[in-house]
Structure formats: structure tokens, C-alpha cells
């Protein structure tokens, strides 16, 4: 709606870097391929199994996101019960595998010209179903111990106190739940980095690692459970504090290849490093972030003292069970290596020592003892938002209308059985209600 506003048609080369966000689209997959989901972009995938025997009205649903029982049934990968079952696709066909070869493709096809190729992997993600053997790898006791306490469930702020009573929570607080789902989560990790080892071996064998600068990142974790916790919301490290690996292939990298940095570092740094790379040059007016040049080269350049991450939660549960607008439902995290201090519109803040308390279960927000570490904090956060920042466009009724349908139509999160997505009115796919 918004380009046909401003009259720029989509099937042009400007309108399909707009409508692609800047992207230009070798294979586009986002994961939320359910056949309900509106913005479903699966053809490439759908098209790939049925020429590799696996056909269905929706071959991902059917195949990527669906077991076998152990009386033969068809186990859909919606419902949480059956995460330790293998999904019905090959290992060597499942989304990893395909996205992993679409990569290798993709690099294959651009010869000797300079490229940029963002693999952006689903899994490990929800519906939460591995392949054999990565399904039944690793056991609940391979998995790191919860994070979490008596005393957080007792929280007296309010906004953790909904989102803890949010379903997806109180699913994930269920041990039997997470020792279901930790281990298969495990296993699509152990799934990701063996097809990432085939990429690696890909570049090695023509020559692209000496002039490939590969960088490995996430945009979440997981909070399974960790705090009382489902899904990726919030700040708390399990979720917010992101892998960051980078292989630069210049010779400038060899005095700090293999050690690692303790500055902060943000997603929005990427894109001045990869311009960098390039031979460009960064441009603070329309990049936010910093070169990590100078980090990856060992010069001593000024760096950063905090780092920012922002959370919108308009379209959460939590926001109305707290009685906050929609256009007060925004949530700031700024950390400086000790302290993490989240200000939280119309209630009080968060505030976390990660060198007392690094597990995070300790909210010293409300302790007047903190007062003046809050008030530091918070002067931070008030200089950095005076500074330049995008905006969201998103109608208030549109927001709206993502509360009342809390996720798209066909995605199914956190639901432990079926009778328990079917009280909500729910359904699974046909093929999974034979």
C-alpha cells in the first residue's frame, strides 16, 4: 500500500529493492510457510521437494513440518509434544540442506565479480522438528540447566508478571516441555553447523576463502524457559546477546585472528563493515552503526560505551494485560559491559549487574539503593534517542488488528497438545486432523 501511495511500481527494479527491503532476491524463504499465512514465500522450496518425490497441497507443512508417530500417525511440528519426533523430510532435503545448496548456487553464479550474499538460515527456530539424526541427538540432560528462580516468578513488576502469564511462557516453564524441545533445539544447531561445514569446505575448494569475508550472527536466541520465559521476547542475555563470529580474509585480520573483543558490539554495525570491505567508505548519516574494521584490524580507534537494542511489544498480550497504548508499548535496553538498564514506558525500569548477578535474576529497578545508577543510565538512554533514528509505519489500527490476531493466520506457538490449540480455536493442518 505504501508504494502504491507513493505511485512506485513493485515489478520495476527500484520497487523490487523496495518491496524486498533493499534486497535482491536470489531464493526467499522466511520460515512462517504455513498454506494460512498470508505472506507465505515457499515456491522455490515447494518446487524443490516435489521434484525430489515429496508433493502435498503444502510440501513443507507436509514434509519439513511433519513427523511420523510411533503408530504411524502424522505428527504436526505446531505442537510442542511432538518435537522429538524425526520430521518425515531427509535430512539432506530439509530447509538447512536446500538453503545451504541455494548458497552454494547463488556464489557459483556470480563468477569473478564482487558479491554479497545474505544466507539468512531458519532453523533453529519454532515449529521446533529436526531431521533424523539431529531429532534424538541430545537427551534433556545434554541441556544447559534453566535460569531461573522462585523469587522472579514473585516479580513485583508488573510487565514481567504478564509476560510470565503469556501462554507461550507458561508453556516453556513446564519442565516437561523444555526438556522436550531444549534437546531438538540442540540438535537443529548441531544440523545448522554441519551444513555450514559444507559451505566452508564449498569456499575452500574454489578459492573463495581468500577473498571472502564471512561474518556468522543471529538476530535472537531462545529463552526456553530461562526466566520463566518462552519465545525470543525481551532483553535478558539468552535472547538478546547474539553470536558474533567474523573470518576477514585480509592480510590487515592476521594479528587478531582466533582472539575475541570485549567491545560492544551492534547489529547495525555490519553494514559499514561490509561497505568498508568493499572499499567504500561509512557513512554516519544513513548508517547508524560502526565499521568493525578498526576491531578486526587491532587499531585502537574510540569506540563505543553502550550499546542499544529496542523492543516493540504493541502486538503482545502483555501489553494489554498491563493496560499500556500501543504507542507506549516500547521497551530499551542500554548495557555498558556491567549494567543493563531497560526503561519501560509508564512503569519503572529494569536494571541487571551483570558482574554481581550475571545471571540476570536479580531486577534491581525498584531498589531506592540503585538510584543513582538508574538515573546514570537513564541520561544515556535520553541522549542517545535525541539522536537521529527511523520510524515505524505501521497503522494504529493495523497494530491493532496483529493484537487481536496475536500470531499470523496458521503459525501455532507454544501450543503443548492439540486440545490445547483447539480450546483457542485453532486448528492444525488437514493433513495432521486425519
Known amino acids: 500500500a505504501g508504494m502504491k501511495r507513493l505511485g512506485i511500481a513493485p515489478e520495476g527494479t527500484f520497487g523490487a529493492l523496495v518491496s524486498e527491503c533493499g534486497?535482491?532476491?536470489?531464493?526467499?524463504?522466511?520460515?512462517?510457510?504455513?498454506?494460512?499465512?498470508?505472506?507465505?514465500?515457499?515456491?522455490?522450496?515447494?518446487?524443490?521437494?516435489?521434484?525430489?518425490?515429496?508433493?502435498?497441497?503444502?510440501?513443507?507443512?507436509?514434509?519439513?513440518n511433519t513427523a511420523i508417530g510411533p503408530d504411524g500417525e502424522l505428527r504436526s511440528g505446531w505442537v510442542l509434544e511432538n518435537a522429538p519426533f524425526a520430521a518425515r523430510v531427509p535430512k539432506e532435503h530439509s530447509e538447512t540442506a536446500w538453503l545451504t545448496t541455494r548458497g552454494i548456487e547463488f556464489i557459483e553464479g556470480q563468477g569473478g565479480e564482487p558479491w554479497l550474499c545474505h544466507l539468512s538460515y531458519i532453523k533453529p527456530h519454532w515449529p521446533y522438528l529436526a531431521?533424523?539424526?539431529?531429532?534424538?541427538?541430545?537427551?534433556?540432560?545434554?541441556?544447559?540447566?534453566?535460569?531461573?528462580?522462585?523469587?522472579e516468578r514473585q516479580s513485583d513488576h508488573p510487565l514481567m508478571q504478564a509476560w510470565m502469564d503469556m501462554r507461550v511462557s507458561r508453556s516453556f516453564s513446564r519442565d516437561e516441555v523444555r526438556n522436550l524441545v531444549a534437546p531438538v533445539y540442540m540438535g537443529l544447531i548441531r544440523e545448522l553447523d554441519d551444513n555450514m561445514g559444507r559451505l566452508f569446505a564449498y569456499l575452500g575448494e574454489c578459492g573463495r576463502l581468500d577473498d571472502t569475508m564471512i561474518v556468522f550472527c543471529s538476530d535472537h536466541g531462545d529463552n526456553m524457559g530461562d526466566h520463566w520465559l518462552g519465545e525470543k521476547d525481551l532483553f535478558y542475555d539468552c535472547s538478546a546477546r547474539v553470536p558474533l563470529i567474523v573470518y576477514d580474509p585480509r592480510q590487515e585480520a592476521d594479528a587478531t585472528r582466533?582472539?575475541?573483543?570485549?567491545?560492544?558490539?551492534?547489529?547495525?554495525?555490519?553494514?559499514?563493515?561490509?561497505?568498508?570491505?568493499?572499499?567504500?567508505?561509512?557513512?554516519p548519516s544513513v548508517f547508524e552503526g560502526l565499521s568493525l574494521q578498526s576491531l578486526l584490524h587491532g587499531q585502537a580507534l574510540p569506540w563505543r560505551d553502550f550499546c542499544v537494542s529496542e523492543y516493540d511489544y504493541a502486538t503482545r498480550d502483555a501489553r494489554r494485560a498491563v493496560g499500556v497504548d500501543q504507542g507506549d508499548a516500547r521497551l530499551t535496553m542500554i548495557f555498558d559491559g556491567r549494567w543493563k538498564y531497560v526503561h519501560v514506558e509508564e512503569m519503572r525500569p529494569m536494571l541487571f549487574d551483570l558482574e554481581s548477578d550475571p545471571n540476570e535474576l536479580v531486577d534491581l529497578?525498584?531498589?531506592?539503593?540503585?538510584?543513582?545508577?538508574?538515573?546514570?543510565?537513564?541520561?544515556l538512554h535520553f541522549g542517545w534517542a535525541r539522536q537521529h533514528h527511523n520510524r515505524i509505519t505501521r497503522t494504529a489500527e493495523e497494530v491493532e488488528a496483529m493484537t487481536d490476531a496475536r500470531e499470523p493466520p496458521g503459525i501455532l506457538i507454544g501450543y503443548r497438545d492439540r486440545a490445547e490449540l483447539e480450546t483457542d480455536g485453532l486448528r492444525l493442518p488437514p493433513h495432521a486432523r486425519r
Not at 131 to 151: F, G, I
Not at 266 to 276: I, R
Open 23 to 64: 534486497f535482491e532476491v536470489f531464493v526467499r524463504d522466511d520460515g512462517t510457510n504455513h498454506s494460512d499465512y498470508p505472506s507465505r514465500h515457499a515456491e522455490d522450496y515447494d518446487r524443490y521437494l516435489r521434484e525430489h518425490g515429496m508433493d502435498g497441497d503444502n510440501p513443507w507443512e507436509e514434509w519439513a
Open 131 to 151: 531431521p533424523a539424526p539431529y531429532n534424538d541427538m541430545y537427551s534433556a540432560s545434554d541441556a544447559p540447566h534453566v535460569n531461573r528462580s522462585d523469587d
Open 258 to 283: 582466533g582472539t575475541t573483543v570485549d567491545q560492544l558490539v551492534e547489529g547495525v554495525d555490519l553494514t559499514p563493515t561490509f561497505v568498508e570491505f568493499f572499499g567504500g567508505q561509512p557513512k
Open 365 to 379: 529497578g525498584g531498589d531506592p539503593a540503585f538510584a543513582e545508577e538508574v538515573d546514570r543510565l537513564r541520561g
